[in-house]
Structure formats: C-alpha cells, structure tokens
C-alpha cells in the first residue's frame, strides 16, 4: 500500500509543447464596433435563437425594415448596399424564414467587425456598411461541441483534432417546422372533428424547410504554414398546395440558399511578413415557382404550367495580399480578380401546348480585376490610414473603371478620449434590386451596365470617443451622397420581374444622407448595458419616381433608440441566473398610398401568363391599376417594442448548460408595417405580436 501511495504521490516530468495565445482588443467606435458570439446573449430575439448578426441592428446609425427581420439600412443606403464576409468570402442573402434570423451558426464565430466607415481596401463592392465574420480556428488540443434544442431549430457542433497537425470543426442547423406541422395539422383535425361531430377536414398543404451546414479543416504544417479548407451551405425551402378542387391543383414555393467552398493558406515570411491567398467558389440562388395542374382528362390539350422566376449568382475569386507590420507602420497590398455568372430575373413557363417554353431576361457574366493597398500609421497618440483600390470591371464587352478611396484619422487624447475622421469613397459592381426591404433572400441581383453604372457613394464623419475601463461613450455626425442608385419604377412590383425584362421595369437616381449617431454602453461582472440613438435625414431622387421630384426614403426614421441590458440576478457556486432586456424605438417609415383606379395596358406575355388558374386579385391588377400618391408622402405612427428573457446557467465537471426563455414585444403592440385600401376601408398591417420562445443548450 506505501508503494502505491509512493507511485501515486510521485511527480512525473512532462515535456509541455510551446501554445501560441492569440487575442484581440475588442474596438468601440461609432464607425467600429467589433464584438464576439459571447456578447450577443443577451439580445432577445424573435425565436429565440442565438444570432451573430442580430447585434448590428442595435448599433448607431442603422435602421430596420420590417419588425424583427434582417433589412438593415444603414446611413441611409440600401440594405443591398452591405456586404457581408465569412473569411473574406461575400455571401448573398444569408436569412432564414424571410429574415427573421442569419444562417450563421454561432459556434463557428471567432468574432464579428462591423465598419460603416474607415473601411478596408481589401473589400470592395459596397456602398454602406462591411461585416466580417471571422470563424474560430478549430481546437487541436481536445475535442468539444454543443447541441442546442428550441421549437424552431435543432443544432449542433462539434471539433476537435485529427493528428497533431490537423483538425476540424463541423456546425449544422435544421428546422423541425415541417414536423411540427404535421403533428399540429392531424391533432387539430382530429380533436375538431371529435369534439364538434363535423367533417371539417384541413385541406392544403405546407412544407417549410430551413437548414445550414458549415465545415471547416485545419492543418498546421509548420508553426510559419497554416491552410484551411471550408464549406458552407445554407437552404430555405416554402412550398404551399392549395386544396385540391374539381379539377386543379395551385402549389406556390420559394426557396433560396447559398454555397460556398473556400481554400486559403498562409505563409509568415518573417517576424513583420505574412502573405494570404485564397480561392473561393460561391453560389447564390432565389427561386420562386408557381404550378398549376390538372387532376382529370378534359378536351382541352392543357394539362399542366409551370411559371418559375430565378435569380443566380455564380462567382469563383482569387485573392492575394502581403501583409507587413514592424513598429510604426502596417502595409497591406494585394491582387484580386473574379468572374461572376448572373441569371437576373429568368423567367420560364412551361405547358404541354405547343407554346412549349418561353424564357424572359438574358444571362450576363462579368469579371472583375482589383489591386488594392493599404498603410497604417501609429505615432503615440496619433494614428493614420490611407487605402486605395483600382477595379476594372468587364461586363457584356462593356468596361468600367472605378477607385475607391478610404481616409481614417484618429488623435487620442489623455485619459482614453479622442477625435476621430473618416472619409469612404465607394463603388458597387452589382445592383441588388429590393422587391420588398424586408432582409428576406428574394431579391433579384443584376450587374452594372451602361443603362444602370456602378453605383457611387462619397461619405465623410466626424466623431468623438471616450473610453475609461469597461465603460465606452461615442458621438459624431455624418454626411453621405450617393449616385446610379437603381430602383423599380413601380413599386407594387415586390418580386422581382414577371413579365417582362427587368431592365424595363427599373431606374437609375441619387440618394442623400446625413444625421448624428451617439452609444454609450457600460460592461461589467455584474451588469451590461448599451444605448444607441440615432438622428438621421435620408432622400431619393429619381427622374421617372414621383415627377423627379425628391422624396424621403422609405425607412427614413428622423429618431432611432436602441437599449439593451443583461443583469446577473443570482450566482451560487456554479449557477448563475440572467435577466436580459430590449427596447427599440424608432419614427414611423414612410408610404406611398393609393388614391384611385385607372385602366391598365396589358402587360407583355400576359395571354401566356393564363394558362391555367390566375387568382383573381392578378387579373384585376393587370385590368386595372391602382393610381397612386406621391412616393413616400404617408408617414406612419412610430415603432415601439420591449422585450424580457432570463438564462438559467450551469456549469457542471464536464458540460455547461443553459435555458433561455425569452418574450419578444412584451406588450404586444401591434406596430403598424403596411396600410392598404380593402372592402372599401383603410386597414393596418401588423408584422410580429408577442413572440415567446425558448432554447435549451448543452456545451461539452
């Protein structure tokens, strides 16, 4: 027993290998913020899932569309005028459920930098705000995941490593709406019919699909190589069959997605070197389909139609920089060129009579070629940035070339207060033309052309900051111009083309913005808080909109107030209990309202259009057309909302786990979205009424 005490006891000497430790200083600024997964807990949300993106909608300077979606305008551009990166990787339309939430599974974010000024040289095609998401470099240590439970999603994650030289990181998330519909549709049916002793039967049927998947392997060669090969897919899938009738079947789906497959390797030539490239593939797609078919034999030689409407983005890119830093000075310099495939607005109607197949709108490619540089200057209280990017961008044997200029100044002053300027000169290749700006994925995506150029924006602030410890306060105002801005002449034309080519449905205009942005945010052990306010005047002006008269943007909100907060009610060894909080206020957007009826011109193809069942509502708008008011004259009556949650957390030997319940517009304020004229009164358009939702979460 004294000998195995002794063994025991003993103290065994272990060569430990040497652990490189990376971290960052996370930036508060009006034009910076840059945060982690960690940060965005305490955000209440819609379903109660864990969103990387949901934080922008909180920061200065950025309004929403409609409640509880992922349309973000921020200084007064478009929410097509953001650009978003995982890895230096665009992705188009990264929503879930028409935008209630991002297709980012949380557990694969390193953190989360969002500019909506001083931006990087390095990314181009954008007019507003850059997000980037870096993701996490997978553990080569051990191996660790999570499963996470709500009514909406089931999600989980795992990685870890393969040898010493390899790891990986796996993430996916998949709906249980579909499930849960059937479930709900044979129970309501069943007790109804018991209960009531009726034959009512739930006729249609529903198929909601949502689900994104992410990969990443890493392999570490040598301490100076790295290379890393990741995959990301993501996929909304709406399919509605009306009932059955006498002798046709109607079916509506939507469904958009993303693809994305992307190798980079780095190479740290020396202590101040490193040079990055990466090669990427990216597929985006929106489909809207509608079918209608015959059930029984008739005379007629129709049996079937298909109307589909696609949009297609294809793109394959190559990015090269060098990165240098010694002392005083960080240089970036760097090659990039990519080829893009579109398919615009096609639009294809297939019958079995001999009209057979007609297509609408053509499939343009385009190329583009950049070199960009960048120099970063710090001398102890005073820092400077200077970028520059050239593009030529090659489209249809049309050639654009266009600079983007990037200026950044900041004085720190004593005791962490200090002045900041920005100027951003912008180009964006590609016009994402917005049916609805609600943040959703269906929006038709077309390149620059001599009827529509690059859009153009030039944007100068000028800010103050104040940091002491864990308490953050910034103020500034902006001003922001923008030109070739593209839009649908018609705004009732929400999906895009139908029938006809879309550049005979769109316009080329100019917008204005300027405003005053403040946050002041508060972190601590015991409790968090931020307040964001916004104070903004935004414009449009198009020579076919509103007479070329100039007319408020649509989300033109003078006032925006944004509050959120996490307080720890109670800790006890290892549990600890959260109280989460939001407020969001905000000034009513704006309508155009109808104010009559006039005849209408037949639109194009629209004898091929009627084949099979057309609803009525379609027929009368292609009779007759709705004469409207001045664009954006109607504003409507402000926004308010309030949302609570509560985590409960614990910490075990092996695992943590957390319980989130949340309840999102608390007071159930029906706040209005849209006003229209039926059965001869005005009615309101309410988006999103008290929302409860909970998620359970394990981490082992």
């Known amino acids: 027993m004294a000998q195995n005490n002794t063994e025991r006891d003993s103290i065994q000497q272990i060569q430990l290998e040497n652990v490189n430790v990376y971290g960052r200083d996370l930036t508060r600024r009006n034009s910076l913020y840059q945060y982690t997964p960690v940060q965005v807990r305490s955000l209440v949300t819609v379903l109660g899932e864990p969103d990387v993106m949901r934080y922008v909608g ?68 954008l007019l507003s705000a850059l997000s980037l998401i870096t993701t996490i470099q997978p553990d080569t240590q051990k191996y660790q995941g999570s499963f996470a439970l709500s009514p909406y999603m089931l999600s989980t994650s795992v990685e870890g490593p393969i040898n010493k030289k390899l790891s990986f990181q796996f993430a996916g998330r998949v709906s249980l709406l579909a499930a849960e519909y059937k479930i709900l549709h044979k129970t309501l049916h069943k007790i109804l019919n018991e209960n009531l002793d009726s034959d009512l039967d739930f006729k249609g049927d529903v198929k909601p699909w949502v689900t994104d998947w992410y990969f990443k392997l890493y392999y570490h060669p040598h301490e100076r190589k790295s290379f890393a090969l990741s995959g990301y897919v993501s996929n909304d899938y709406f399919k509605y069959r009306w009932p059955k009738g006498e002798w046709i079947t109607n079916s509506i789906r939507l469904s958009w997605g993303n693809e994305v497959i992307r190798l980079g390797w780095e190479h740290q030539v020396s202590d101040y070197c490193w040079v990055k490239t990466m090669i990427y593939g990216n597929h985006f797609y929106a489909e809207q389909k509608w079918t209608s078919q015959r059930d029984i034999d008739l ?199 139908k029938n006809s080519s879309w550049e005979d449905e769109v316009c080329e205009g100019e917008g204005e913005s300027y405003g005053m942005e403040a946050r002041a945010e508060k972190r601590g052990a015991y409790w968090n808080a931020a ?67 006039y005849k209408g011109v037949l639109p194009p193809y629209w004898e091929q259009g009627l084949v099979g069942w057309v609803p009525q509502k379609m027929q009368d708008l292609a009779y007759s057309r709705e004469l409207m008011g001045d664009v954006n004259a109607y504003q409507m009556t402000d926004y308010f909302r309030m949302d609570i949650g509560y985590s409960f957390q614990k910490q075990g030997k092996h695992h943590f786990r957390e319980l989130t319940i949340g309840l999102y517009n608390i007071f159930n304020r029906r706040n209005p979205y849209l006003l229209f004229y039926d059965d001869n009164k005005w009615k309101q358009l309410s988006i999103m009424p008290i929302v409860p939702s909970i998620q359970w979460t394990i981490r082992f």
Request: charged letters at 20%.
């Open 58 to 125: 909180t920061l200065p300077g950025v309004t929403q569309g409609i409640e509880g979606t992922m349309g973000f305008f921020i200084r007064g551009g478009n929410n097509g005028n953001n650009r978003l990166e995982l890895d230096g990787v665009p992705v188009y339309g990264a929503t879930h459920l028409f935008g209630l939430f991002s297709s980012f599974h949380p557990d694969i974010v390193r953190d989360v930098e969002f500019r909506s000024g001083g931006l990087s040289a390095s990314s181009g095609n």
């Open 299 to 497: 005379p007629e030689d129709l049996l079937m139609k298909n109307d589909r409407i696609r949009t297609t983005v294809y793109e394959i890119a190559f990015q090269k920089k060098v990165q240098y830093a010694k002392k005083r000075w960080a240089i970036e310099a760097g090659i990039e060129g990519k080829y893009q495939y579109f398919e615009p607005a096609v639009k294809s109607v297939q019958t079995t009579i001999e009209r057979g197949e007609m297509k609408i709108g053509d499939k343009p490619n385009a190329g583009t070629f950049a070199l960009f540089g960048e120099a970063k200057y710090n001398y102890k209280l005073l820092q400077l940035k200077l970028g520059v990017r050239e593009a030529v961008f090659l489209t249809d044997g049309q050639k654009f070339f266009t600079t983007d200029l990037h200026f950044s100044s900041i004085v720190n002053f004593i005791r962490g207060w200090g002045l900041e300027l920005d100027y951003d000169c912008l180009s964006q290749h590609q016009h994402i033309m917005e049916g609805l700006p609600v943040g959703w994925s269906l929006d038709m995506i077309v390149p620059a052309n001599r009827l529509l150029p690059p859009e153009k924006a030039h944007q100068i602030y000028l800010g103050s900051f104040y940091h002491h410890g864990f308490f953050y306060v910034s103020a500034g105002g902006y001003y922001k111009k923008m030109k070739h801005l593209a839009s649908y002449k018609n705004a009732s034309n929400v999906f895009g083309v």
């Open 531 to 597: 307040l964001s306010y916004t104070l903004s005047k935004t414009d449009r002006q198009f020579d076919e909109i509103n007479g070329g008269r100039k007319f408020p943007f649509r989300f033109d909100r003078r006032h925006v107030l944004n509050l959120t907060g996490r307080i720890l009610i109670k800790t006890k060894e290892k549990k600890q209990q959260y109280l989460n909080l939001g407020l969001a206020y905000a000034s009513g957007h704006y309508l155009t309202i109808p104010q009559g009826m």
